[in-house]
């Protein structure tokens, strides 16, 4: 079992920046493919990034692209998502997740969720 606890969401004006966390338990971290998702209220959960176990691969969406980057610190646990150039249709709830399968868009892949952070962007 992993458990993952996502922070640094917060209130931010469009055209700012955050830099999401998600520490991860556990000794096998480095084992894992990790994703973020996002989910707005009364939207489905999308995609936003990927970044493979030694953070050599990543995929992001297309709406972020160029702007958010995702990384990772396997000695430390986590992994983060730098956000730049927010737009308020940016906010949503953020989840990272943990695969020890292949590196895909799909949440059905991913066996482990943190609780989520939010992200608000005003206009």
């Known amino acids: 079992q992993v458990q993952l606890v996502e922070s640094g969401g917060g209130l931010v004006q469009a055209g700012g920046s955050l830099r999401l966390s998600c520490a991860a338990s556990?000794?096998?971290?480095?084992?894992?493919?990790m994703g973020w998702f996002r989910q707005a209220p009364g939207k489905a959960r999308e995609f936003v990034a990927a970044?493979?176990?030694?953070?050599?691969?990543?995929r992001y969406a297309d709406f972020v692209k160029g702007r958010f980057t995702a990384s990772r610190d396997n000695a430390k646990n986590t992994v983060y998502l730098q956000m730049n150039s927010l737009k308020p249709e940016d906010t949503a709830t953020y989840y990272c997740?943990?695969?020890?399968?292949?590196?895909?868009?799909?949440?059905?892949?991913?066996?482990?969720w943190g609780q989520g952070t939010q992200v608000t962007v005003s206009s």
């Open positions: 997740a943990a695969t020890m399968g292949i590196i895909w868009s799909a949440p059905r892949v991913y066996d482990y």
């Open positions: 556990g000794r096998t971290f480095s084992s894992y493919n």
């Open positions: 970044i493979s176990t030694n953070g050599g691969l990543q």
